[in-house]
T-cell receptor, first 114, second 116 residues
Framework: AQSVSQHNHHVILSEAASLELGCNYSYGGTVNLFWYVQYPGQHLQLLLK??????LVKGIKGFEAEFIKSKFSFNLRKPSVQWSDTAEYFCAVIPSGGYQKVTFGTGTKLQVIP | EPEVTQTPSHQVTQMGQEVILRCVPISNHLYFYWYRQILGQKVEFLVS????????KSEIFDDQFSVERPDGSNFTLKIRSTKLEDSAMYFC??????????????FGSGTRLTVV
């Protein structure tokens, strides 16, 4: 079965700082990878996804993530965070094909200080 | 952009009562899911549903839970005899067919269930 690890549980940054959130997954086959964001009191929203092709994926709101197959990693980055990026970020993996379920990481709470 | 709609947004129920959480998936999607998130914890898979039957379920999804697609549009999660520990945010999700095109995996806005 697949699993996802997010090593940073709580990150505090000042506005304009750069962000990198780590995500590692474990699965023996081909996977699709996602980053979701959950703003306080709101539902999960898709930030970006990787299926195939260019391992550098650009998402909404200036976020990007890089899939490094050899490291089983899919880290999320943003060059300059804003106060409105305060939220919880979940990395997720789904094996390719069929009706496979999404497996989520434990999430990283990001707090951006104005 | 198409949405997955969940109702109600918040439901309070007494312990031991039955609740039905409702979801309207995106119309051309074929795979349906329920997940839950207990406050402060990660999102957990409950069940997947395809071709009018359960395709996979987690160990959380015991006999207390059931799912149904009673018509062509709704997808429901029934929780019988609710317990305090069932209090959580329940997310419905739906997904398009695989094999070409976008995965289209979309979550609804969630139903917050509070068992008192």
């Amino acid at each position: 079965a697949q699993s996802v690890s997010q090593h940073n549980h709580h990150v505090i940054l000042s506005e304009a700082a750069s962000l990198e959130l780590g995500c590692n997954y474990s699965y023996g086959g081909t996977v699709n990878l996602f980053w979701y964001v959950q703003y306080p009191g709101q539902h999960l929203q898709l930030l970006l996804k990787y299926f195939s092709g260019d391992p550098l994926v650009k998402g909404i709101k200036g976020f990007e993530a890089e899939f490094i197959k050899s490291k089983f990693s899919f880290n999320l980055r943003k060059p300059s965070v804003q106060w409105s990026d305060t939220a919880e970020y979940f990395c997720a993996v789904i094996p390719s094909g069929g009706y496979q379920k999404v497996t989520f990481g434990t999430g990283t709470k990001l707090q951006v200080i104005p | 952009e198409p949405e997955v709609t969940q109702t109600p947004s918040h439901q309070v129920t007494q312990m031991g009562q039955e609740v039905i959480l409702r979801c309207v998936p995106i119309s051309n999607h074929l795979y349906f899911y329920w997940y839950r998130q207990i406050l402060g914890q990660k999102v957990e898979f409950l069940v997947s549903f395809y071709n009018n039957e359960i395709s996979e379920k987690s160990e959380i999804f015991d006999d207390q839970f059931s799912v149904e697609r009673p018509d062509g549009s709704n997808f429901t999660l029934k929780i019988r005899s609710t317990k305090l520990e069932d209090s959580a945010m329940y997310f419905c999700a739906s997904r398009a067919e695989t094999g070409g095109g976008s995965y289209g995996y979309t979550f609804g806005s969630g139903t917050r269930l509070t068992v008192v």
